[in-house]
């Protein structure tokens, strides 16, 4: 199973695919590691690239600056694991012009299809936008290998255009300090993005100058997938600029990413996002069709329920598990506290034995059994209860996403809309 660290490696190496960048840039046959561009870790073998800045390696491809990369890791036999591969997709050279427009008219405007362009005399002409180029790219790759189970990944724009892939083809995308491409996206693709949460997973740090602002400023920060606040390497003046950056991600020896502690805050922000994106899903399906179907009404009810579904789970593994953790600390300093008292005793009493410290403790109303039994006992009980709020948020959560699958089993035009 490739880890976080490793997706964020390979949406690294990707960045390498572009002529604009190296004299020689990752092609198709190269091999690559997790520690790129040193060797160490999982090794994978490069499938296919496309660099639309390359006119040897982009046949039937605008030149809009779109890159794409396929690969493949190598098992421990020494063989490509063809059933495995990931589709990663470069995001934003700042020195490529087509890169920072796909940014401005794509992400920003929710030009899907065209981009507008400008070339060396000024004049203005239309390619495909790289959300086209990618998902040509995805296509292109699952024919060669049809076989194989495809994810996405990549980062900042990369990183939106994996969302989108992944909604469209109905496959997981695992994305680094992506802004949100919910404007650039059909209909469909927002159902199904909101009905799969779990499997669009954007790891991002607070307070991004460029993925943050910008979905914010266009009000549909957090609407697509599911939000990961993560730790940050990034410090100083320049801690929201620097904080963009795939190499400020935090990583366990697990190769999992550091994620912030407290998420209460955050796990109810994002409910609220999530509504607004229903609600804006709910106004352009009726702009779009003129009229409000069925089983329109059913689908958006549905990805409504997941999506408090998502954060029922959401509070109790983050919320309910930091209060859990509380008592639990919280119980570990009764002990101590109640061996600092019989040293703190001892010492006024020096003549006095041990047995005779506590008799006289004791005597004052302070015993074991209320300093340390008693609290323990009460703190406890509270986790015991926590516990089974937890349970109860978990279960309710379950119950939820059952009514669902249940209703997409039984509706066959339902069904399709959600994949």
């Known amino acids: 199973m490739t880890t976080t660290k490793q997706y ?8 390498d695919a572009d002529a604009l960048k190296l004299k020689k840039p990752i ?28 006119t040897k390696n982009s046949h039937g491809y605008d030149t809009n600056g779109f890159q794409g990369m396929a690969m493949a890791p190598i ?31 794509g992400i920003g405007a929710g030009n899907r299809k065209n981009l507008m362009l400008t070339n060396e005399k000024s004049q203005k002409y239309i390619t495909a936008s790289q959300f086209d180029s990618a998902l ?32 469209h083809y109905h496959v997981s995308a695992t994305v680094f300090s992506a802004p949100d491409p919910w404007n650039a996206m059909t209909n469909t693709e927002r159902l199904w993005a909101l009905a799969h949460p779990e499997s669009l997973r954007n790891y991002r740090h607070q307070g991004d100058l460029w993925s943050e602002t910008d979905s914010k400023t266009l009000g549909i920060d957090g609407f697509t997938g599911k939000t990961v606040w ?7 003046m320049l801690k929201n600029h620097n904080t963009h950056m795939l190499s400020t991600f935090k990583f366990n020896q697990k190769g999992q990413a550091k994620q912030l502690k407290a998420q209460m805050e955050n796990d109810i922000d994002l409910l609220d996002e999530k509504q607004s994106a229903i609600k804006k899903l709910v106004k352009s399906l009726k702009k779009s069709g003129g009229t409000f ?21 959401r509070i109790a593994g983050d919320g309910i598990g930091q209060i859990i953790k509380q008592y639990h600390a919280a119980i570990e300093e009764f002990e101590p506290l109640w061996q600092q008292t019989i040293k703190s005793a001892a010492l006024i009493g020096a003549h006095l034995s041990d047995n005779e410290v506590i008799q006289a403790l004791e005597a004052g109303g302070v015993r074991r059994q209320t300093v340390v039994d008693e609290p323990t006992q009460k703190l406890t ?23 669902v699958d249940q209703m997409l089993a039984t509706d066959q035009e339902l069904a399709g809309m959600f994949g």
């Open 75 to 105: 098992d421990q036999n020494g063989d490509v694991d063809y059933t495995q591969i990931t589709v990663a997709y470069a995001g934003t050279n700042f020195s490529d012009r087509k890169d920072v427009a796909e940014d401005l008219q």
């Open 381 to 403: 009980t509270k986790i015991d209860q926590a516990q089974a709020v937890g349970q109860e948020y978990l279960a309710l959560s379950a119950n939820i996403k059952l009514v």
């Open 230 to 236: 993560c730790q940050t390497t990034a410090s100083g």
């Open 293 to 313: 179907t069925h089983a329109e009404k059913i689908a958006v009810d549905a990805v409504e329920a997941i999506a408090m579904a998502d954060s029922l789970n």
């Open 27 to 54: 092609r198709s046959g190269k091999f690559v590691y997790e520690n790129y561009p040193k060797n160490g870790g999982q090794k994978y073998q490069v499938l296919k690239t496309v660099d639309t800045n390359d």
């Open 136 to 167: 040509k790219f995805y296509q292109q790759v699952q024919t060669k290998y049809p076989n194989a189970t495809l994810d996405t990944t990549g980062h900042s724009l990369g990183g939106a255009i994996a969302l989108l892939v992944g909604s």
């Open 8 to 15: 964020a490696s390979l949406d690294n190496i990707v960045y």
